[in-house]
């Protein structure tokens, strides 16, 4: 089975532009969740949706940071102007009640933002 | 507001020594608990999680974990490390009503020869 499926993997941009990260949740999950990992901060959970609508975006840190849930099979973080404070990993998980109700977690998108 | 602690922050055992990473949590709620394993440029894996009944719970890998209510606490252990163990390992809580994980903030694992 395919798991939670992200792109880019890696991706290195210049400060001030646009960068889009994509997030392919697993067949069937209704919940999808966006997480940063920085060294600093470790794990935080940016943004939530449920049945594509958003749960809970406390954590996303500020306008610059948006997402979105167009179906139940695509998920976009967008980072509108980039600035290298961004640079991280960014990983999307999802989790449904057909697998328990487990998180799984995509490989991530580690950005670099120079 | 929940809260994961992961008192260690680094922990280096011998080869074939036994494991014990620790992880305590707050909130007055039952919690689901899980842990997860990061290996350098990877993802995160789930090694076990507990929901409700048995509090000792068998993961993958040869690892199981002890749900302790009394000492909020849900630390992870393994008889024998062997050297691929060596990672980065997280505790995670989720509550009822609230399904996003939140981490505490690690243990690296060191598996010396």
């Known amino acids: 089975d395919a798991g939670v499926i992200q792109s880019p993997r890696h991706e290195v941009t210049e400060m001030g532009q646009e960068v889009t990260l994509r997030c392919k949740p697993i067949s069937g999950h209704d919940y999808l969740f966006w997480y940063r990992q920085t060294m600093m901060r470790g794990l935080e959970l940016l943004i939530y949706f449920n049945n594509n609508v958003p749960i809970d975006d406390s954590g996303m840190p500020e306008d610059r940071f948006s997402a979105k849930m167009p179906n139940a099979s695509f998920s976009t973080l967008k980072i509108q102007p980039s600035e290298p404070r961004d640079s991280a990993v960014y990983f999307c998980?999802?989790?449904?009640?057909?697998?328990?109700?487990?998180?799984?977690f995509g490989e991530g998108s580690w950005l670099t933002v120079v | 507001a929940q809260s994961v602690t992961q008192p260690d922050i680094h922990i280096t055992v011998s080869e074939g020594a036994s494991l014990e990473l620790r992880c305590n949590y707050s909130y007055g709620a039952t919690p689901y608990l899980f842990w997860y394993v990061q290996s350098p440029g990877q993802g995160l894996q789930l090694l076990l999680k507990?929901?409700?009944?048995?509090?000792l719970v068998q993961g993958i890998k040869g690892f199981e974990a002890e749900f302790k209510r009394s000492q909020s606490s849900f630390n992870l252990r393994k008889p024998s490390v062997h050297w691929s163990d060596a990672a980065e390992y997280y505790c995670a809580v989720a509550y009822m009503g609230r399904r996003a994980l939140t981490f505490g903030s690690g243990t690296r694992l060191q598996v010396q020869p």
């Open positions: 507990y929901f409700s009944g048995d509090t």
């Open positions: 998980a999802s989790s449904g009640t057909i697998s328990g109700n487990t998180i799984y």
